[in-house]
């Protein structure tokens, strides 16, 4: 079992949440700052990485803050909100108040792969690892 003051830090040391970070930022500065757009990047890699990254940071907040701790994982019912959530408001709601925003089929493949990576790769209780 790891010590206390290294196990709440385990989303942020996992992989599999903290390589979909630095991707999602590194692109969000080549898009913003360097106004560099690769097309099927600029269109898709936001949304495979958006679903680990947010859902990763909910899980280690509730791992700080939930009587479990370290052994909290949400409910496969809690991640697949999660996605119908993220689907709902990107590309359904959004895109009817802003230009911004387009629905695109292929968001929600996206969602819902990062869904499943979330799920099996940082969505981990201490007791798995």
Known sequence: MAHSHDAGMMVFKNPFFYIPCIVFWT?????????????????YLDDLMAVPVVLGITLQVFKWI????????FTKFQVALGLVYFSVLFEFVLPKWSNTYTSDIWDLVCYAIGA??????INVSEEKI
């Open 66 to 73: 939930h009587p479990q701790k370290n052994t909290f994982v």
């Open 27 to 43: 692109n969000q500065y080549f898009e913003k700052v360097m106004q560099v757009f690769v097309p099927l990047v600029h269109a």
């Open 116 to 121: 499943l990576i979330f799920y099996n790769f």
